[in-house]
């Protein structure tokens, strides 16, 4: 610092001394902006140019075209892809929600009353969360394997219950893929609504008491509405997650029987590694992530907003 | 650093230097001295050199080792596969072409044809001589060579697919479909599940399959690599072997959970569990077979060849391994297909796969047992899976069509129709 | 008839007892404070009386009949809650009304019912906002409104008022006071201010370790405390304590000796009770009010520390070697460092057996 700035420096009024810096973000924020743009929006952006050209695996020269859009958007198994891609999605997200939900109240109910072995239920559904996708997949086709010895059916012989046609019937699949993600999801939704029944007030349930609350009016009229955020942000990253989902499927049924469990992510994976389709992957990938954008929007206009009453 | 260790490291450089030498020859990402002046990228699967089976990776350390002191100077980088195939092999062509790829790799026979048409591979011609080249199986010779005769890989083993069956059950070889159908259900009779296959999503229900359809001599494309499959009388001869498969679902001849097969350790399973006694596998599954079962239940299995429509009208899938040069270096070329000889014969042999060169039959005494005049003797009748990068599509459109004709879904005109549709789209878009 | 009686209600938590068999009448209508230092139990208690926690051993009845196995709902009581526990997605008039949901009552006649309630409270413009929407004052009024529509037998406030500021708990304070005045209910208050238990109650329950220390209208039990702890605990400033000696006189008179030596004579009408103490340490207590400053013959201290008021003034003097508190009226105010002739109301002292902590003389 020279010597003729340094009293002008003293002489000038504290105008910011003290107080917070100067509003000027841009430097702080550049770091995070440059890393997101490296690591999510060049990746969008270069997918959503492929899905301009007609650029191939084995090919890489890409010059412009609309073919691959065409191709793709008016490719006859597409609509067959998009209703499985939606049972699916609708059916694991339920689910999971539902069933997280009964988990998290289990526990949180287990907890008030001091019962023991709540960690480890809570640690159990957990684990079935860092199972990889794959491994899932292949656990699960252990268990409903339909040979005389599968695991599921050889027990609802035992009970005497006739086999059921888990993977092999095109209907089943469909279900049995979703138990094997509601399985594996549901650990995700217990715990982000089980930290949220437990930041709901107790005195509301003591209140609803007093007033000879039954159960379900307890949930219906203060732990659901109480939990509204949590399940629409839980919602809304599980149809993010569960529309991106190939790897359960992959092995557990790979798509099939014929095409009954073909998935939208699936679908884009199988062209672009079956077909070296970079072109057409690209397309159906842009479709996905607006077909996500859109559900999550359409998710988040109910999130309560704050600050309103 | 500890203590013991410090201690050995100072003994090995005092006195053990010839010894530390000798240890480090292979690494996990190295075969040969680190600092040797040339060095050649391999990218190879995890089946041989880096075996999980001791046995078999110590024999390939022991080749590799003995390659490297016969070329000195030399160290081969190595790089592991991932299990995941598809992906593997399109990423693989990709860093070739940006050359950014291995000096030599290994590449799944079915997945050659994409590289051949990639324009990746270099000649190895010099390296063979024309009694090697006649050698090979005429499918095989078909395979890795290019239009102008050009040697673009070595196809070091081969593989088929063959009707297992527990001759305590089915004591006579089904030679035709309909044997096979009338032996399957006098098993479900006895109380098996019947005769089992790959039904699910998976490139062996494609490819199982394929040889029902080459077995009429069907075809999948024509000369100039056009699917062809759904058209002329490629189509009935088609449908007909879709129609084989229906059948054997419908008649209870086969079980319908075949649509949910997805490998062949499940009916390596259904054996052991003595709930099938008929199967179809590959040739590899016999030794799997004796390894897993009791002695006594391993020696009821026999192989015999795949069924046709008729007995004279047979043929079977064909697949195995090529290792091949995407370096231009004919130095690293000379390399590559040394390394391949290395696998086309002491490696084929320490593992007991399937050589492509018919001499080789004779000259190890792996080949001495009874299995190995069966499998012999189907190969007559092998069919590869034809060079094209539409391929993969195809058998893609074969695994959907089949699974929805056995589960009921479709019916066989129908579901050949969105095939046919599908893949003549994918293959405007190549 | 909505008589609350505890008899002998205790609760324990695993071996650990914290109340210790309470006995409390609360008379139809009667409005009982339960007052004491946090963790004597008066919450305890109270959610016992509202089924919230579970009674250990002893009978409760409300109405005459043994609620001990029903369910908070089952009681017929209602409660104010400490933060109030307005359930956040419901409007005020949601609130109000959610108590009434059971009773087969017509919209129109529920809604009339909602605004009679929201008239007695004055919280008629609120009826259409979120409790977010309201201050900490209005909260508290809808969460009575929710109690008193629905009529119960009991009322039951967990320090309704200590999450409010000092202007609007007093105001508060007055409010339910007259709300009281004009809808009888027999009520149960808890409250760790003494100022709010006096001021409200009819009965002042004082509690300490888990046990009724004293129970009695407000005037008895600060004019009359029974231990060391309500005299202490009752009144604000505190009352004064000293360490003394009970002295018998030559005179036969009896001298209350200060640790400075100040000598206090006993004046004969308290002389009776405490005969039998001549000799003996005693503590030795006085109102901050009957020490009063006036010119006599009584004892002189400095002054340390003046604090006005206003209508008041508290004067910290160094009297008994310790500082005592004198509550000085009127206009006269001394100075920090004044020497004061000081006129003490030993008709009114309170003295304590430092042996028991109890109040000599006391019932």
């Keep these: 610092m020279t010597a003729t700035s340094a009293p002008r420096r003293a002489a000038a009024p504290p105008a910011t001394g003290g107080g917070p810096a100067p509003a000027r973000p841009l430097p702080w924020l550049l770091p995070v902006l440059f890393f997101i743009g490296l690591f999510y929006l060049w990746p969008i952006i270069d997918a959503l140019r492929l899905a301009f050209t007609d650029a191939s695996l084995l090919d890489r020269e890409a010059n412009f075209s609309l073919d691959a859009i065409g191709a793709m958007l008016g490719s006859a198994a597409l609509g067959t892809v998009l209703r499985n891609t939606a049972v699916f999605t609708l059916g694991s997200v339920f689910g999971q929600l539902l069933l997280g939900l009964a988990i998290a109240l289990l526990v949180v109910r287990g907890e008030r009353n001091n019962l023991r072995g709540m960690l480890v239920l809570r640690t159990l559904v957990l684990a079935a969360w860092v199972i990889p996708g794959i491994a899932n997949g292949v656990i699960w086709q252990m268990l409903f394997s339909e040979a005389p010895f599968g695991a599921i059916n050889s027990t609802l012989r035992l009970v005497g219950i006739p086999p059921v046609a888990w993977l092999s019937n095109p209907d089943n699949a469909m279900m049995s893929a979703i138990i094997a993600t509601v399985w594996q999801g549901t650990a995700y939704s217990m715990i982000l609504l089980y930290a949220a029944l437990r930041s709901i007030d107790d005195t509301l349930y003591e209140a609803a008491a007093v007033d000879a609350a039954t159960p379900w009016e307890r949930l219906w009229f203060i732990t659901l509405p109480e939990l509204r955020g949590a399940l629409l942000v839980n919602a809304i990253l599980i149809v993010i997650m569960t529309l991106n989902t190939f790897d359960v499927i992959i092995s557990l049924t790979g798509g099939g029987p014929g095409r009954a469990t073909e998935v939208l992510a699936l679908y884009a994976y199988n062209t672009v590694f079956y077909n070296f389709d970079l072109a057409g992957g690209s397309v159906l990938s842009i479709l996905l992530m607006a077909i996500s954008l859109t559900l999550a929007a359409i998710v988040a206009m109910f999130l309560p907003r704050s600050g309103r009453p | ?430 | 008839m909505s008589e609350l009686v505890l008899d002998g209600i205790s609760k324990s938590f695993g071996d650990t007892e914290v109340v210790h068999g309470i006995d409390l009448t609360v008379a139809e209508n009667e409005f009982v404070v339960l007052v004491g230092p946090s963790g004597c139990g008066k919450s305890t208690t109270l959610r016992m009386v509202a089924g919230l926690e579970a009674i250990s051993s002893g009978e409760l009845r409300i109405g005459g009949e043994r609620v001990n196995d029903r369910s908070p709902g089952e009681r017929d009581v209602a409660m104010v809650f400490q933060n109030y526990a307005l359930y956040p997605h419901m409007s005020v008039a949601q609130n109000i009304a959610f108590g009434l949901r059971r009773r087969k009552l017509s919209r129109a006649e529920r809604d009339a019912a909602v605004l009679e309630v929201a008239k007695l409270l004055e919280i008629e413009p609120l009826l259409d906002r979120r409790p977010r929407a309201l201050s900490g004052g209005q909260r508290q009024r809808v969460a009575m409104g929710r109690a008193i529509i629905r009529d119960p037998q009991v009322f039951l406030f967990d320090e309704p008022l200590s999450n409010l500021d000092a202007r609007l708990r007093l105001q508060m304070r007055l409010e339910i006071k007259r709300l009281h005045a004009r809808k009888p209910v027999t009520t149960l208050y808890v409250t760790h201010d003494q100022t709010e238990a006096m001021t409200m109650a009819d009965r002042v329950v004082v509690m300490n370790e888990g046990r009724i220390e004293q129970a009695g209208p407000p005037m008895e039990i600060y004019r009359n405390p029974r231990t060391r702890f309500v005299a202490e605990f009752i009144g604000a400033p505190a009352v004064n304590l000293f360490d003394a000696r009970l002295t018998g006189g030559s005179d036969d008179g009896l001298w209350i000796e200060l640790a400075d030596g100040t000598r206090l004579s006993v004046p004969a009408s308290r002389r009776a009770g405490c005969e039998s103490y001549a000799g003996q340490p005693v503590v030795f207590g006085l109102r901050p009010e009957d020490i009063v400053i006036e010119a006599g013959d009584g004892p002189v201290a400095p002054v340390q520390m003046v604090e006005t008021m206003g209508a008041e003034t508290l004067a910290y003097l160094g009297f008994g070697g310790t500082e005592a508190c004198a509550r000085l009226t009127g206009d006269s105010v001394p100075s920090r460092g004044d020497q004061v002739h000081l006129r003490l109301g030993l008709e009114r002292m309170i003295l304590i057996d430092p042996t028991t902590d109890r109040v000599i003389g006391a019932a």
Excluded: H
Aim: proline share 5%; with cysteine.
């Design chain 2, 1 to 430: 650093m500890n203590r013991p260790l410090i201690v050995s490291a100072l003994a090995l450089a005092i006195g053990g230097a010839p010894a530390l030498a000798q240890e480090d020859m292979v690494t996990r990402d190295r075969v040969g001295p680190a600092d040797a002046e040339n060095a050649l990228t391999f990218r190879l699967t995890a089946y041989d050199l880096y075996s999980s089976d001791e046995a078999t990776a110590t024999a390939f350390e022991e080749l590799f080792i003995d390659f490297i002191e016969d070329n000195p100077g030399w160290r081969i980088d190595t790089q592991l596969q991932t299990g995941n195939l598809n992906q593997e092999q399109a990423r693989m062509i990709e860093q070739a072409q940006a050359g950014r790829g291995p000096d030599c790799a290994m590449v799944d026979s079915s997945q050659l044809a994409t590289y051949k048409a990639a324009g990746v591979l270099s000649p190895m011609n010099e390296y063979f001589t024309e009694d090697e080249v006649a050698d090979f199986f005429p499918y095989v010779r078909d395979g890795i060579t290019d239009d102008a005769g050009n040697i673009l890989a070595v196809w070091w083993f081969t593989d088929l697919r063959v009707l297992y069956r527990n001759t305590e059950v089915v004591p006579e070889a089904p030679q035709t479909w309909e044997e096979l159908k009338t032996a399957a259900l006098e098993t479900v009779d006895e109380g098996y599940e019947g005769v089992l296959f790959n039904g699910g999503r998976t490139e062996g229900t494609a490819f199982d399959w394929l040889a029902n359809f080459w077995a009429q001599g069907g075809q999948l494309v024509n000369e100039a690599g056009e699917p062809v499959f759904y058209e002329g009388e490629n189509r009935e001869l088609f449908l007909e072997a879709v129609r084989y498969y229906e059948d054997l679902v419908e008649s209870g001849a086969a079980p319908a959970r075949v649509t949910s097969i997805t490998t062949y350790d499940d009916m390596l399973a259904a054996a052991a569990a003595g709930t099938t006694a008929l199967f179809v596998g590959g040739n590899w599954m016999y030794a799997q077979i004796q390894s897993t079962l009791p002695e006594e239940e391993a020696a009821k299995w026999e192989a015999s060849e795949l069924p046709g429509p008729t007995a004279d009208q047979r043929a079977t899938g064909t697949g195995g391994w090529t290792i091949a040069a995407l370096t231009d270096d004919p130095e690293k070329v000379r390399m590559c297909a040394a390394i391949a000889k290395l696998y086309l014969g002491p490696g084929n042999a320490f593992q007991a796969l399937l050589p492509t060169q018919a001499s080789l039959y004779e000259e190890y005494d792996t080949y001495a047992g009874p299995e190995f005049e069966v499998f012999s003797a189907a190969l007559e009748n092998g069919q590869a899976r034809p060079g094209v990068a539409i391929y993969p599509e195809i058998s893609n459109q074969i695994q959907i069509l089949l699974g929805e004709v056995m589960s009921g879904a479709a019916e066989p005109e129908e579901a050949l129709d969105a095939a046919a549709e599908a893949v003549e789209a994918a293959y405007a878009r190549q």
